[in-house]
T-cell receptor, first 112, second 109 residues
């Protein structure tokens, strides 16, 4: 089985721009979770999607949004980028969400 | 809110030594997971624990789900250079997975 894939792997943007990141889960997995990872804060939970519905949400501003498609692929969007949004964005998939999560390689976002 | 306290934050050891790290919480968890992350990559699942008291091994790695369901530990025996990385614990409850802040393992030459 192919693992979780994320595109792009690297991204450089400037403040004020917006960005869309993509995640394809392991085949058959219906839950996709997104995390922001920075050196100082560790893994911070953004949101989780299950069957095209946002099921859980972390404490991030509304500039961070996501969606999930019928094939379970998910996208994450960040609008009006700030310098502090520079981070590794990881997505993880699991069968139902409460079980083992498998991570993708991440998208490294740099905001200049 | 729910928090996982992972310790130590970092470790410096000699190759061949055994390693021990743990996670504790004031909350009860239904599942404990241990991950390892290499630089520039996503975390990789090492061991999953589902029952209180469960002791599970994966090669040189051994992890246990604490009896109180509020803690877990991970041991690595006879460390080798490729063990270098960040180890994360994660606990699952109320349909949410919470991560510890990680233990960074360094192996001295």
């Amino acid at each position: 089985k192919a693992g979780v894939t994320q595109t792009p792997r690297y991204l450089i943007k400037t403040r004020g721009q917006q960005v869309t990141l993509s995640c394809s889960p392991i085949s058959g997995h219906r839950s996709v979770s997104w995390y922001q990872q920075t050196p100082g804060q560790g893994l911070q939970f953004l949101f989780e999607y299950f069957s095209e519905t946002q099921r859980n949400k972390g404490n991030f501003p509304g500039r961070f949004s996501g969606r999930q498609f019928s094939n379970s692929r998910s996208e994450m969007n960040v609008s009006t980028l700030e310098l502090g949004d520079s981070a590794l964005y990881l997505c993880a998939s699991s069968l139902y969400g409460e079980d083992e999560q498998f991570f993708g390689p991440g998208t490294r976002l740099t905001v200049l | 809110g729910q928090q996982l306290n992972q310790s130590p934050q970092s470790m410096f050891i000699q190759e061949g030594e055994d390693v021990s790290m743990n996670c504790t919480s004031s909350s009860i968890f239904n599942t404990w997971l241990w991950y390892k992350q290499d630089p520039g990559e996503g975390p990789v699942l090492l061991i999953a624990l589902y029952k209180a008291g469960e002791l599970t091994s994966n090669g040189r790695l051994t992890a246990q789900f604490g009896i109180t369901r509020k803690d877990s530990f991970l041991n690595i025996s006879a460390s080798i250079p490729s063990d270098v990385g960040i180890y994360f614990c994660a606990g699952n409850r109320d349909d949410k997975i919470i991560f510890g802040k990680g233990t960074r393992l360094h192996i001295l030459p």
